[in-house]
């Protein structure tokens, strides 16, 4: 069963009442900090919720794990989810990775909104393999340019420049050497993964596939139609250009909450049994 304490400690931002009933576990994306969810938590329709966003261990500056593996980050996520009562999960393009690992291997039973994700290499962006091409032969170099990237990548999106200004002073917080490790790990194990359709067909809980038509996270043809047979999957596109959809789209995204909270029955059903392992497990960080 998952463990009812915590193996790392987790950089948490919580908002809502602490006596209400649903607890909703928002996982930000890479090399981004809880604070990335600070227009989502502000949405009026989820006011009467608690919402516990959590940076990613070793990402924004944060002490890293010693196992970088997804899978790992999927059993650290559960044990969160347990101990702040959280009976869903939304993530963020790798925190949507990490969302999914939470309920294909660490036994987390809620519903899931995964927005922004890439589920195989082939559907990720090819910048990150190049990033980490280079930094096979140049050391962290390549990773110092991914974060000066940071401030015009936002400059590209609808986010009101003063709070631009915010994310960017959070995306800094990266040290490049620390992302290069993270990175390495997370293609390694996104390479791995069985086709996404026969992952999610194993599972009960609703889940919601977000994504915009151009921008963070997309589906191959091979994906959509493994996703065809999974009846409690939903797939939503968002018009237009986003790579930041829960800063630029968060009224969506809180509606689709409501939505997933409403599946939920009146017990808490955030743990379960792990089911057996999809693949061998990586133990050990990477240099």
Not at 279 to 286: E, G, K, Q, T, V
Request: with cysteine; glycine share 8%.
């Amino acid at each position: 069963m998952i463990s009812s304490t915590l193996d790392v400690d987790w950089e948490l931002r919580e908002t809502g009442p602490t006596e209400a009933r649903h607890g909703v576990l928002l996982l930000p994306g890479g090399a981004c900090s809880a604070a990335f969810y600070n227009e989502l938590a502000a949405e009026p329709v989820l006011g009467d919720l608690r919402l516990v966003a959590a940076t990613l261990p070793g990402h924004a500056g944060t002490p890293a794990p010693s196992d970088l593996s997804t899978r790992n980050y999927g059993r650290l996520a559960a044990q969160l989810a347990t101990v702040k009562r959280c009976d869903m999960v939304l993530g963020f393009s790798m925190g949507s990775t990490i969302a999914l690992e939470m309920a294909t291997t660490a036994g987390f039973t809620g519903p899931l909104i995964l927005t922004g994700a890439s589920f195989s290499r082939k559907a990720e962006s090819t910048m990150l393999e190049v990033l980490d091409a280079l930094a096979r032969v140049t050391g962290a170099l390549p990773y110092a340019f991914m974060r000066s990237m940071f401030g015009p990548m936002l400059k590209q999106s609808t986010i009101p420049a003063e709070r631009q200004a915010e994310l960017l002073a959070e995306f800094k917080r990266n040290q490049p050497k620390e992302l290069r490790r993270l990175i390495r790990a997370y293609l390694r194990d996104l390479g791995r993964e069985p086709l996404i359709g026969d992952r999610l067909r194993a599972l009960d809980a609703p889940i919601w596939i977000v994504h915009a038509d151009k921008g963070d996270g997309r589906l191959t043809t091979q994906e959509r139609r493994s996703l065809a047979g999974c009846p409690n999957v939903t797939v939503v596109t968002i018009p237009g250009r986003s790579f930041f959809l829960p800063n630029e789209h968060p009224a969506q995204l809180a509606d689709l909450i409501v939505e997933a909270l409403a599946t939920v029955s009146a017990a808490p059903a955030t743990t379960a049994t792990p089911t057996p392992p999809l693949a061998p497990p990586a133990n050990a960080a990477l240099g």
